[in-house]
């Protein structure tokens, strides 16, 4: 795509909520606010059956 991206370790915030999207998207506004530049950031969501589907999706 003729773009150069960089890897840069950053002190990302861990919200406690079951919308796995709504920590991707916040963790990606605070990248921002730390770099002054469009971010990706990587974030796993895990769904336990067993427990009802927690943390799961609303």
Known sequence: MGVQ???????LPEIQ???????????AEVAYWQTNRPCFVD?????????GELPGWL
């Open 5 to 11: 991206i960089d890897h840069q370790k950053l002190d």
């Open 17 to 27: 909520v079951s919308d796995v999207r709504e920590v991707a998207r916040i963790k």
């Open 43 to 51: 974030d796993s969501g895990l769904t336990i059956k067993a427990w």
